[in-house]
Each structure stands twice: as C-alpha cells, then as structure tokens.
C-alpha cells in the first residue's frame, strides 16, 4: 500500500520540480540581466534612464536610455492609436455580424497575420511597406504640415511613423482575438435585453456589449502595447537607427530607436564591458516596462472571465 | 440617442460598414506580405539554391541550421512544456501553481531580445565560450516551454473528469490514469498546440543574433556559429547587393512556407475544435 502512494508522489513531485523549470526561466533571466548591468548602473545611477548620450569611446563613455525608452513608447503609441480601431472592428464584425460562412475563414485569416514571423514582417517593411508611407503619406503630410514639429524632417521611409505602422500590423491579431473573446463572453441576455427596448445592433454594440466588456478590452489592448513594446526584428529593420541624442522621437519622420532595435543593433559588435553592460541594462529596463504591462493586462483579463462566471474556460 | 428612427439606422449600416472596413484593411498587408514573398522569392527557388552554401550563392546551411534548431530546442522544450503542463492541470488546484501560471503567462509575452541576451550570457560567455547552437535552441526553448505549457494544460483542462473517474474507479492510480488515458485523450490538442508552437520558434529570429551568429558554411559542430533562415533573412537584407536581396525573399518563402504549411495544416486537421 505505501509502495502505491509513493508512485503517485513521486510523480506529483517529479511533475511540480519540472513545472518549476518556468520560474527557474524568469529568475534566470532576472538574474542575468540585473547581474549584467550593475556595472553601467554603478557609473551612470539614475542618469542611465534620463540621459541622451551613447558614446562608447574609451574614457568618454556615456550612456542614457531616455531616447530609446521614449522611441519605445511612441512607436507602440502610434501602433496602439491605429491597431486597435481596427482590432475592434474586426472583433466586433466577426462575433456581432458576419455570417456564419464568412466567420471562420475570415478568422484563420486574421490568426495567419499572428503566424507570419516578424522577420518577413521586417523584410516587406524594408522593401515595400517603406515606398508606401514615404510616397503616400509623409511626403504628402511633410509637404504641406511640414511646418508642425512632429511632421519635420526630410521623408526617408524609414522612420519612427514607418515603425509604428508595422507594429499596428502586428498587435491586430493579439488585440482582435482577446477582444473577440471578451465579446463572446458578454452573456446573450444581455444583447436581448438591449433589442428587447428597439436599440439597433450599433447601439447594443455600444451602449451593451462593450462596456460590458470593457475591462476585458482594455486588458486585451495593454496586451498588444506589450506585444507593441518587444517587437525587434521588424522594428529594426524600418526605424532608421539613429543613435544618441538624434533618435529622440521628437519628429515621425525621422530615424529612431527603440530598446529593442538598439539592442538588436550594437549588443553583439559592442567591445568594452562597460558598452556590453550599458546594452544588457536598456535590456533590463525593457524586461520591466513588460512586465508591468502584461501583469496588468492579465489582471484586467481575467477579471472580465472570472464575472462572467466562467462562461469563458 | 435621441435622434430620429431613419438616422439611427443609418448609423448602424454606418458602423456595419466600417467594421467590413476594418477587416478588409487589416487583411492588405497578410495579401500584400504573401504576394511579395511569392513574386519576388519563387524566382530563385532551385534545386542549387536549396542546397549550395552561402558562397555558392545558396541557402542549404540556413535550412539545414533551422531544422537542427528545431530539433534541439523541440528535445528540450517539448518534454519540459507538456510536463509541467500535466503538472498545471492535474495537481494545479493550489497556490504554488496559480503563481506558475502567472510566470507562464509573463514569460509567453517575453520580449524575445532579452533572452537573447540571456543565453548569451549564460553560454556563450559562460559555459562553451563560443557562439553555438546550443545556445540558440536554450534561447528558444526558453520561448517554447511556456507556451507549451499554456496548451498543454489547456488541452488537458478539455478532458471530461468522467475520463478520469472511469480510470481510477477501474483501480489505476492518478499517473497510470495521466499518462495512459488522459494525455491520450487530449492527443490532438497537444500536437496542434505543440506543432504552432513549434512554427512560432521557428521564425524567431532576435534570440538568434546573440546566440548562433549566422555563418556561410554548413554545420561546423556544437561549437561553431550556425546559420539559420531568420538570421540569413536579417543578414543578407541589410547588404546592399541586389543578389544578396534576392536571396533575402527566396529565404523568406521557404520560411514562410515552413511556417505556414504548419500553422494550416494544424487548423486544417483540427479544425472541428476551432469551430
């Protein structure tokens, strides 16, 4: 009889310290980082986040993320105002008006967007997506608006407005599939209860369904801003890489940077320890900025599922 | 919403049209994106092309890299995903586990770069000391252990308790009943979640930077740069020779086609559970 027990255990136990190997994974990597970059933290305290400067030379050296930490922001706040609109509308229409025929195939096609790698998305930014913001947008936009501060610039076609615009690409499928989730889990009654008293399916749509599931929503944007944030390889490829005090995002349409792309860029040619330590510390203030986000976006998620009382999972 | 009967339904068809909208946009660049990699990559695709090495002006030692990455990292990631899946679903009803999911849930939205720095620092500076493939497939796996987890456990949550009940009434005990009849049971949920798991590893490509390097040979050993499709894609893209570029698009179709052919064939045959 204890013999029994004991393979029951010691599967219980072998199934747990594997299950570990997750939280071994995110110390690990904690560990890392913060172990890497205690050296540049040292020199440049509380500077490394507010300073400009990125200058590798021997006995010069200075570094400061703040260029990058906002190139971050901006590129993942144009992806957020274009990305989601269109992730909403695409939610909206697949669960509240497509017909059954329509729904699945036009889904696949949505999750295909999820599937392609972002390096290709990197390769068709670079040599097609480019010619279109440049010749169709920022010329235009320049030419007339030229004279507002965030339109200035000579349009190149590889810039921070270019990024921004395939990270909007590439939160869709994050943002539309949440979203359609929590749509889905807003219960029929209350649908009914709308049409019930003579609203239109735009005014259920608005006025019921969506903020009903509003939480959710909004757990599943901060989901594609997380998406948006430790986007590399395709941001790489479009943003222009700019370095030092000029990638400060003040223009769209001039080269930028992000942690990500910057890291992509110098880590494996920097020399010193102290420039290698300066790129494992923009790494450490990325995984940051990342964490918060996704745990709040779990939190807001979740909560919506747990209301519905388990309609969802 | 005081407005007039006729105006209100002008608003909806309004909204209904600008949803269709949404959906035709969003679909340009998946059109856009295939018909590039198709038009400009299936020129160069050839039996030389597939099999050459770099200096040849062929892709063989990507191919071949990508496929021994896949492998490494599948040895390593898939055993350790679905275990601690099992775990997750069958023992999970605790605290321990409901802060493994949320460690699961932050490590699936991972930015991929940071573990690139990672296993750089952990083998190639560390333990081998030079770039190697092993250091890609640890950054990879450490991508495809989560996600695997997530599915598996997922897919494992959709076997009916009656399965279980009916294999411990019958005297199996709990890890008789897990691997012999509820891991069978969830059979197709874990392969398809396995194998999209597997397509997304495979077009990684920021991990790879730091940890196998690229390389215009074929396979050197354990302790030599690799090449991979991603890392060929980045690579020749940047050059400035319009061969190079070519090479860039014939790279990303075969990847492409890797990746798709798994993420449709997946739905294809599972596609009653997406329904």
């Not at chain 1, 889905?184 to 399916?201: C, D, F, L, Q, W």
């Not at chain 1, 223009?251 to 990500?260: D, I, K, N, V």
């Not at chain 2, 695709?45 to 200096?55: D, I, W, Y």
């Not at chain 2, 695997?148 to 399965?163: D, I």
Request: aromatic share 10%; proline share 5%; with cysteine.
């Amino acid at each position: 009889m204890t013999k029994k027990i004991t393979g029951d255990n010691v599967f219980k136990i072998a199934a747990a310290i594997i299950a570990a190997s997750a939280a071994a994974i995110l110390a690990l990597n904690a560990y890392v980082l913060i172990t890497g970059s205690t050296l540049v933290l040292q020199k440049e305290g509380i500077g490394f986040l507010l300073g400009r400067n990125w200058n590798p030379v021997e006995g010069r050296e200075s570094f400061g993320v703040l260029p990058y930490v906002l190139g971050t922001l901006v590129t993942s706040g144009i992806a957020l105002l274009i990305g989601v609109p269109l992730s909403l509308g695409i939610a909206i229409f697949l669960v509240e008006m497509s017909p059954r025929s329509v729904r699945v195939p036009l889904s696949y096609l949505v999750e295909l967007l999820a599937a392609v790698p972002s390096i290709i998305y990197g390769l068709w930014g670079l040599f097609v997506l480019r010619f279109w913001t440049q010749n169709y947008i920022e010329t235009p936009v320049n030419k007339y608006l030229g004279w507002i501060p965030i339109f200035s610039g000579t349009p190149f076609g590889l810039d921070i407005f270019t990024a921004g615009i395939i990270l909007s690409i590439m939160i869709i499928p994050t943002v539309a599939s949440v979203s359609r989730e929590v749509i889905n889990a807003v219960p029929n009654s209350i649908r009914e209860g709308a049409y019930s008293i003579g609203a239109t399916k735009w005014e259920v749509i608005r006025y019921w369904v969506l903020s009903y599931g509003r939480s959710g929503i909004f757990g599943a944007i901060i989901l594609g801003l997380g998406r948006a944030v430790g986007e590399t390889m395709a941001v790489t490829m479009v943003i222009g890489n700019a370095i030092g005090p000029n990638a400060m995002p003040f223009s769209l349409f001039r080269p930028g940077q992000t942690l990500a792309s910057l890291i992509a860029n110098g880590f494996i040619e920097s020399t010193t320890p102290i420039e290698k330590s300066a790129y494992v510390g923009a790494g450490l203030v990325l995984l940051a900025i990342s964490i918060v986000i996704n745990v709040a976006a779990h939190l807001l998620v979740t909560r919506v599922f747990k209301v519905k009382g388990g309609a969802v999972e | 919403m005081s407005s007039s009967y006729a105006f209100r339904k002008f608003k909806n068809n309004l909204f209904f049209v600008l949803c269709l909208l949404c959906v035709v946009i969003a679909v340009v660049p998946l059109l856009s994106i295939l018909y590039e990699v198709i038009a400009r990559g299936a020129s160069q695709v050839n039996f030389k092309f597939l099999t050459a090495n770099v200096l040849q002006g062929g892709i063989g030692p990507a191919i071949q890299g990508s496929l021994i990455l896949i492998g490494l990292t599948s040895a390593i990631g898939i055993p350790i995903g679905i275990l601690s899946g099992v775990y997750l679903a069958e023992f999970g009803n605790n605290k321990y586990a409901s802060t493994l999911r949320n460690v699961n849930n932050v490590l699936t939205e991972f930015p991929s770069i940071v573990v690139g720095i990672t296993a750089f620092t952990l083998i190639v500076v560390g333990v081998i000391g030079t770039y190697s493939p092993v250091a890609g497939a640890l950054a990879l796996s450490f991508i495809l252990i989560p996600i695997v987890a997530r599915t598996t456990e997922e897919s494992l949550n959709l076997v009916p308790n009656s399965t279980r009940e009916a294999s411990l009434a019958l005297g199996a005990h709990k890890w008789r009943t897990t691997l012999s009849v509820v891991l069978p049971s969830a059979r197709g949920g874990l392969v398809t979640g396995t194998l999209l798991a597997v397509a997304r590893i495979a077009g990684e490509t920021a991990p790879l930077l730091f940890t196998i390097l690229g390389n215009s040979y074929f396979f050197q050993g354990l302790n030599q740069p690799m090449d991979a499709l991603p890392i060929r894609i980045f690579l020749d893209a940047r050059q400035p020779s319009p061969e190079l570029q070519a090479q860039a698009w014939g790279a990303a179709l075969i990847l492409i086609l890797m990746v798709l052919a798994l993420n449709i064939g997946v739905r294809l045959i599972s596609r009653k559970r997406f329904r």
